[in-house]
């Protein structure tokens, strides 16, 4: 079995490791142990939604770029339902984490009762499984049409351009109220409008770097059809994939700095706090790192022609992206449960990786399902020329 096929054993042993000490810490601090596990969920999860995405884009777009990448997208959104499993604990942990799920707290404040038609438990539960069944339907269609797009199956291009024209709508509208119910809600008496699309745009760009890895990673072997992935990542290509990523980084800190800008100027009692916790006790220095090196010094680097196309150089931006996509989750969290000073607790990184280590042997079972690049896209000879067809 080649490199690129393994179905990451290691990722799972410590994964478990990771999970086995992380519940034991839950038997000594269960509240921890839910917000440790809400921020890995919303780190890990925000990848295969981010690859449902971004596939979207891609079909209805078109673009050599995104055909190279595709099978890693396609993969990583066949782990929406391992999402799903994750996300159960969170259910037996709602009390600890969101106000609203507490009746002593409902009943003592107004400002709760009057949104308790909309946050109350047994509504947020059935929220939380009608997102997860769009999801997957739209993940299983897409990959489902692209199988038989592998059998030679005539007018699935057209087919996959239709149902992601619709599957983007739906998604952006579940994943808005998703992030409303997951994350914004662990404050419920903030709002910003923008929430969603923040999150949204910090979804595409952890998973379009995690499929840019896994595509670089992929492209030092052949597949099982012999088709040569190092081929169709030309430079060329590669310079495409850093553009593109350069553009994710840019819509997500425009939707970071006009969150920022409008809040702290409108400077309304309700609003303010927000960010009041996550600009003191230590918090500051976290944002001005994520401002720095999630945006400064990408910004800076994706500028250069040589480093988006070169697979190495662009790998280390990759990397050093995915950690500050870590922290600013961390940073948006974290805050939530008193602030005060920062404090990185021991099942903070325990959770992330335990589930990491599971999302990322599950996604290399997945990709292992189907042929790295591509069978019948007409975008493959293009990227790959002769080297595609042996």
Request: aromatic share 12%; net charge positive; with cysteine.
């Amino acid at each position: 079995m080649t490199p690129a096929r393994e179905p990451g054993r290691g990722a799972l042993y410590a994964g478990v490791a990771a999970l086995a000490l992380c519940a034991a810490g839950a038997a000594i601090d269960v509240d921890q142990f839910f917000r440790s596990w809400l921020t890995a969920f919303v780190f890990w999860a925000g990848i295969p939604l981010g690859c449902l995405a971004i596939l979207m884009i891609q079909h209805v777009t078109g673009g050599v770029w995104g055909a190279v990448i595709r099978r890693g997208l396609e993969a990583g959104a066949r782990t929406i339902p391992w999402m799903a499993l994750a996300f159960l604990p969170l259910v037996f942990g709602m009390k600890s984490l969101y106000p609203w799920a507490r009746p002593e707290e409902v009943a003592a404040d107004a400002l709760l009762r009057h949104k308790a038609p909309y946050l109350n438990v047994t509504f947020f539960l059935i929220r939380a499984a009608f997102y997860f069944a769009v999801w997957w339907l739209l993940a299983w269609r897409l990959s489902r049409m692209s199988q038989e797009q592998d059998r030679g199956g005539a007018g699935l291009v057209r087919r996959m351009v239709l149902f992601s024209s619709g599957g983007l709508l739906a998604f952006v509208l579940t994943m808005t109220f998703a992030s409303v119910d997951w994350v914004m809600s662990l404050e419920p008496r903030w709002v910003s409008t923008i929430y969603g699309p923040l999150l949204m745009a910090g979804q595409a760009v952890a998973a379009f770097c995690f499929a840019i890895l896994v595509t670089v990673r992929a492209s030092r072997t052949r597949d099982a059809e012999g088709r040569d992935l190092a081929a169709a990542l030309t430079p060329d290509v590669l310079h495409d994939l850093g553009k593109l990523l350069f553009a994710f980084v840019m819509v997500w800190a425009y939707f970071a700095l006009s969150q920022f800008l409008i809040i702290w100027s409108a400077n309304l009692p309700e609003e303010i706090p927000w960010y009041l916790r996550r600009l003191e006790g230590g918090w500051q220095w976290v944002g001005l790192a994520v401002i720095l090196l999630h945006f400064g010094v990408p910004f800076g680097l994706l500028l250069m022609r040589r480093v988006k196309r070169s697979a190495d150089r662009l790998v280390r931006v990759l990397l050093l992206v995915l950690v500050m996509r870590v922290v600013d989750t961390w940073w948006m969290v974290a805050p939530a449960f008193g602030g005060g000073t920062v404090r990185l607790h021991w099942m903070d990184p325990l959770a992330l990786i335990g589930m990491g280590g599971l999302f990322v042997h599950l996604f290399q079972r997945q990709l292992a399902r189907m042929p790295l690049l591509p069978l019948n896209d007409p975008q493959i000879p293009a990227a790959a020329g002769e080297a595609a067809h042996p």
